[in-house]
């Protein structure tokens, strides 16, 4: 399977500790994006990479959350002293940047975070 | 702050009619809108998109229009199949970069 793969799926912590999730995206994408989402909303925008690069932040990434992305192939989201309210799915999607102008997004299935 | 706004929470139809979803956004810089489709467990999937120098966009069964003047866009799904139960995310951007999505509709296709 060559698609966008998210580990893990599904993580349980208490609150306080530090989590981090990985994303594996489609191998010749160069775009890279994390997005979050609560239970009845929409995927809000958190972050995301061209290449290696991180070019935009949401003011939703406070500085508890840190994404990284070496050499441009895969992604950490990092999670630093997890609150409740962090509670969500954390799904990644690559393109390439021309399919990201169209919105041809990718998504993995994303990683959902429980924090007690 | 919610610049893509979908009013209605859900929607049913019977098999073989049509299913219109609506989506209504803020943002006149919007340049490009989208539809994604979601089934439980799994990641969004792109469906169908749409410039904002067109007013229109068909794909197979799938149409979207867009009225800028409205700031509104429907996705029109003919004839509506039981593997169209899902819940459609309407999305937009500016030039790419940062995608803004709706708070989704849920789809049931009545066999």
């Known amino acids: 399977d060559t698609g966008v793969s998210q580990n893990p799926r599904h993580k349980i912590t208490k609150r306080g500790q530090n989590v981090t999730f990985r994303c594996d995206p489609i191998s010749e994408h160069n775009r890279l994006y994390w997005y979050r989402q609560t239970l009845g909303q929409g995927p809000e925008f958190l972050t995301y990479f061209q290449n290696e690069a991180q070019l935009e932040k949401s003011r939703l990434l406070s500085d508890r959350f840190s994404a990284e992305r070496p050499k441009g192939s895969f992604s950490t989201l990092e999670i630093q002293r997890t609150e409740q309210g962090d509670s969500a799915m954390y799904l990644c999607?690559?393109?390439?940047?021309?399919?990201?102008?169209?919105?041809?997004?990718?998504f993995g299935e994303g990683s959902r975070l429980t924090v007690l | 702050d919610q610049q893509v706004k979908q009013n209605s929470p859900s929607l049913s139809v019977q098999e073989g009619r049509i299913s219109i979803l609506n989506c209504d956004y803020t943002?006149?810089?919007?340049?490009?809108f989208l539809w994604y489709k979601k089934y439980p467990a799994e990641g969004p999937t792109f469906l169908i998109s749409i410039s904002s120098i067109k007013d229109k966009n068909e794909d197979g069964r799938f149409t979207v229009f867009l009225n800028k003047s409205a700031k509104h866009l429907s996705l029109h799904i003919v004839p509506s199949q039981p593997g169209d139960s899902a819940v459609y995310f309407c999305a937009a951007s500016i030039t790419g970069n940062q995608f803004y999505f709706g708070t989704g509709t849920s789809l049931t296709v009545i066999p």
């Open positions: 943002n006149s810089m919007f340049d490009y």
């Open positions: 999607a690559s393109s390439l940047t021309a399919g990201a102008y169209t919105g041809e997004l990718f």
